[in-house]
């Protein structure tokens, strides 16, 4: 697959994908004060810029694959079998041959209008995981960037909607089952078994709708994961935007879901992040200032970050995604 430099003409292209879920998304609530200039906050930390020469390819290089895995059109009451498309990011080093060395790894779910490999095509990801593995940042960590679109293709609202509510089967019934077994976790196996006791070495963060995803995952596999990076986007468990609308109920689940999966407080951990120019700020702050007064979630177990300035865009999640990793999988 080839690997492409943040230019121009990927800025661009970005730049009107992320805008029509702008529309959306302000065009749903055009009165709705953002948090970020209100008061009663959540207590949060600002996130920090991506160093300079981390844009700068470093002398040993990571590669993406494409991948294809058989999954179910879970949209459906008889879920047809249909193939999916993922992009699995490898760190420099990595050898297939290597039976003994495992690896982190990281989920990464892209928002509405975007597909599968728009992360690696049009941002400097690949080049900020090279520098962040050479400079002994993180473990060694594969990145998986899979689809909630049976397709891999943009589809129109309630359709994503519909997909993204039913992919927390898709991950745990195909995607991870698949790709763990074709590159080397710290999962002993397929089982649920062997999956639950490798949770401490897997993640998965999303954006947009992504982060959408994201929540999902938090509150169906649980058992799977330990870490959580939801970017610029709220919990839609209970109904679209509910994590700003209605965020005591939309909470009410996501501590069932702790108390379901009988796990202390220092077993997950989330990375929640935004911008202070984020049209989707006060989806996921709301959400989280409510999370904050629950005593599932501690400052210690759930932290908020703000990028100041930051706006919609795979910039900002390229600074989040550089600040939460370390501590996901630091060394």
Known sequence: MMMKSVTKMSVGFLAVVLL?????????????????????QASRIQSTDVPSAYFERPSETGRVVEVQYASLDYTQDNPPEITKTAYV??????????????????????????????????????????????????????VVTPTFDAENRSQDFSRSEDEIRHFHQDFRNNLVPYIESNYPTYAEGISEEAFRNSRAHRAFAGFSGGSVTTWSQFIHNLDYIRYFGPMSGDSWEIEVYGGRDNSVRTVDVLENAVRESNLESDDYYIYAATGTEDFANDLITTQVEEMRTRPSFTPDNLTMAINDGGVHDLVSVQEYLYN????????
């Open 324 to 331: 939460m990793l370390p501590l996901f999988f630091g060394k």
């Open 89 to 142: 990011y490898l760190p420099a080093g990595y050898d297939e041959a290597d039976a003994e060395k495992r690896y982190n790894i990281l989920y990464l779910m892209h928002g509405w209008r975007m597909t599968a490999g728009d992360f690696f095509n049009y941002s400097d990801l690949v080049t900020i995981l090279d520098n962040m593995h050479a400079n002994g940042d993180i473990e060694p960590t594969i």
């Open 20 to 40: 029509l879920g702008m529309l959306y998304f302000w065009l749903s609530d055009p009165g709705q004060e953002n948090p970020a200039n209100s008061e009663g």
